[in-house]
């Protein structure tokens, strides 16, 4: 069974920076994209980040790109959020998932249908 634990979260001032961290354990995730999304009160959740396991590569959502960044830790089993120029939209509880992808992935995969999911940590952001 795929376990997903987060941590990192926290209150921070606008402009600060997080680096939330995904520890991953119980399968080998080489046929994996590992996700971030967030869930802010009375919103939706929605897509933040992902990274293909086997190749690193990365994905963003429109929202995030250029101020936030993905990355795996292959020996640690671990995908990293590392999140700059914050500001109070940021603030959400953070979900790191998990799921298999196809042989030859769209990039539509990466955004949707995660099958394994964190039980998430907050991240707020002061005015």
């Known amino acids: 069974q795929v376990q997903l634990v987060e941590s990192g979260g926290g209150l921070v001032q606008a402009g600060g920076s997080l680096r939330l961290s995904c520890a991953a354990s119980?399968?080998?995730?080489?046929?994996?994209?590992l996700g971030w999304f967030r869930q802010a009160p009375g919103k939706e959740r929605e897509f933040v980040a992902a990274?293909?396991?086997?190749?690193?590569?990365?994905i963003y959502a429109d929202s995030v790109k250029g101020r936030f960044a993905i990355s795996r830790d292959n020996a640690k089993n671990t995908v990293l959020l590392q999140m700059n120029s914050l500001a109070p939209e940021d603030t959400a509880v953070y979900y790191c998932?998990?799921?298999?992808?196809?042989?030859?992935?769209?990039?539509?995969?990466?955004?949707?249908?995660?099958?394994?999911w964190g039980q998430g940590t907050q991240v707020t952001v002061s005015s």
């Open positions: 998932a998990a799921k298999v992808l196809s042989r030859y992935p769209s990039s539509r995969e990466f955004y949707v249908q995660y099958d394994y």
């Open positions: 119980g399968r080998t995730f080489s046929s994996y994209a």
């Open positions: 990274v293909r396991w086997s190749n690193g590569g990365t």
